[in-house]
């Protein structure tokens, strides 16, 4: 009405960016950008332990996931029982719990033992194991991969730099007490390909189509790992550490898809 004050506010303009502000911003994404490049070169790396997974699920293995307690070892297990794409296969996984008062034969003093004692409890020879910690200094997970290894199982190590410095994980820290360099080779067969892995390579032979043969250099702390495939998250700080992973798995997730796809129907007998 005429002669009423108007009620409308001036809009509000933007916060100004401080520099203290703007350097945490690029402080930010400073932390992140080495690692995150790192992953990036590492693709050989990803591909060679999908393809390993994958060549397990075409045979009727599941995934068995476990972790410290800052994994996210049920998300990765959902993220492959419950596709998030039209059109993929739901593949089985479980995951493992770290609490060790729910572990029956487990003694309270000995929560080191509590995942190896659910992979002995849960594992068949045909699985594949996928243990998670934010660096390799922790005993439990060490020795659910151990174990898993001993049963025959397909072993993957996600892991941080931290302990061994965050330029690249060259192993240099300790190994927890009582843990030790295990040596073993791992041979997967798959319709397409033949590969190998070693302590330090994973050589992939010529495929059925005439594909000419490559090397993938082993991450140097696969010698020191009782795992067979070794991916590191390139940072020592734990969030970025975390982000990483997330991507590892997400990656692992859709190669092994792209092999399985190439691999056709499972194998007789393989669908549980």
């Given at each position: 009405m005429p002669g009423t004050p108007s009620?409308?506010?001036?809009?509000?303009?933007?916060?100004?960016?401080?520099?203290?502000?703007?350097?945490?911003?690029?402080?930010a994404f400073a932390r992140r950008d080495h690692a995150g490049r790192a992953l990036a070169g590492d693709v050989g790396r990803?591909?060679?332990?999908?393809?390993?997974?994958?060549?397990?699920?075409?045979?009727?293995?599941?995934?068995?996931?476990?972790g410290d307690a800052g994994a996210d070892a049920?998300?990765?297990?959902?993220e492959f029982m419950h596709p998030v794409i039209v059109g993929k296969r739901a593949l089985p996984a479980v995951a493992l719990s770290t609490d060790a008062t729910t572990a029956g034969g487990v003694n309270d003093e000995d929560g080191d033992e509590v995942l190896a004692h659910r992979v002995r409890h849960w594992a068949d020879a045909a699985d594949t194991?996928?243990?998670?910690?934010?660096?390799?200094?922790?005993?439990?997970?060490?020795?659910?991969?151990e174990t898993a290894g001993e049963l025959g199982l397909l072993t993957i190590a996600l892991t941080g730099a931290g302990d061994h410095g965050a330029g690249g994980g060259e192993g240099t820290g300790p190994l927890p007490a009582g843990h030790t360099t295990t040596e073993h080779t791992t041979t997967e067969h798959t319709l397409t390909t033949h590969s190998t892995t070693t302590h330090n390579t994973t050589t992939h032979g010529t495929t059925a189509h005439?594909?000419?043969?490559?090397?993938?250099?082993?991450?140097?702390?696969?010698?020191?790992?009782?795992?067979?495939?070794?991916?590191?998250?390139?940072?020592?700080?734990?969030?970025?550490?975390k982000e990483v992973h997330v991507t590892a798995y997400h990656l692992l997730w859709e190669l092994v898809h792209v092999f399985l796809d190439r691999l056709g129907p499972p194998a007789r007998g393989a669908e549980r």
């Open positions: 009620t409308q506010t001036a809009p509000l303009s933007p916060p100004a960016v401080i520099p203290v502000t703007e350097a945490a911003v690029v402080a990803v591909a060679s332990a999908a393809r390993a997974m994958a060549a397990r699920f075409h045979l009727g293995g599941k995934l068995i996931v476990f049920a998300h990765v297990a959902v194991a996928l243990g998670i910690s934010r660096d390799i200094r922790c005993p439990s997970v060490l020795r659910g991969l005439g594909t000419t043969a490559h090397t993938v250099t082993a991450h140097p702390l696969t010698g020191r790992l009782p795992a067979d495939h070794v991916l590191v998250a390139a940072s020592d700080d734990p969030a970025v550490v």
